[in-house]
């Protein structure tokens, strides 16, 4: 059968045998066929260069300019948060781009804490830090991997422990580079069991201080913390308290907040979520004993 059969009558011929999948199409002079077999599939490290840009600071110690790596506003499309709320994108872990660090003397933060500094905060950076950090070499690169994103959490977490930040901001910090570890074990091959392993530590690590800072921070600072509500801030020391195996607590907390009418309804679902995985492991936390 003649799947073309009937365009002559539009003055359309010689299209007879003609093999709708095969090289015949190449005999077209826009070459069609042709430029579907040269499409080059993007690697993952472009397809995450297309979500980012270069953004111009200038450092509140060293007051030189620097450009870091910066999420481009509303581009990234999300997918899911896990419980602890954090966030998983099409292509991309927004989360590697979350600190700014300073190449020339090493000073990072958060970009949410990005802010001038007291002139004694700027003093004990530099004598902390800065007096002995070794200037980077900064590379062209399109993207950070993991192991960059993490060393910048990490050096966001001992400035804000040099500056004297709040409970709140040590406690983000932390959080951050766990699901930096997190996104890092998720993107490394099977095989690597062990390295997986190290990183699955380590992401533990960062989220009991995390939580302890948190829970620090709910006893003395005021709402907003972290940027969230205080039902927000609530929710996720339940989902942390539910990670690190303190099911009493969370389960507590998820009780007061499910009773509470000011809880809006996404924390309401996530809630609902986080209390039938807490039902399962209470239950099998009972078994065992």
Known sequence: MD?????????????????????????????????????????????????????????????????????????????????DLRPVHQNIDIVKYDMIACPCCGYAVLNRYFAPLTSVQIRKIKDAISRNYKIKDEKKRKIYSYDE?????????????????????????????????????EHLPETEVEEIKRCQREEEAF??????????????????????????????????????????????LVGEIMAKPSANRRIKEKTGILKEVLKKDIQAQKQKE
């Open 3 to 83: 799947l073309f059969s009937g365009l002559e009558n539009l003055g359309i011929e010689g299209l007879d045998n003609l093999d709708i999948y095969g090289d015949d199409a190449t005999k077209y002079e826009d070459g069609t066929a042709e430029n579907l077999k040269t499409v080059k599939v993007k690697t993952p490290e472009e397809l995450e260069a297309e979500y980012i840009f270069d953004k111009t600071y200038t450092c509140p110690v060293c007051d030189k300019s620097f450009k870091s790596k910066t999420v481009k506003s509303n581009k990234a499309k999300l997918i899911s948060t896990d419980l």
């Open 149 to 185: 994103a993490i060393e910048r959490g990490k050096l966001a977490l001992l400035s804000s422990v040099i500056k004297v930040s709040k409970d709140s901001e040590k406690a983000y910090v932390c959080l951050k580079t766990a699901w930096l570890y997190r996104g890092k074990a």
């Open 207 to 252: 989220l009991a201080k995390a939580y302890d800072g948190m829970v620090s921070a709910r006893q003395k600072e005021l709402f907003p913390i972290c940027g969230m509500d205080e039902m927000t801030f609530d929710y996720l020391l339940a989902a942390l308290a539910h990670r690190l195996g303190h099911l009493d607590v969370s389960a507590r």
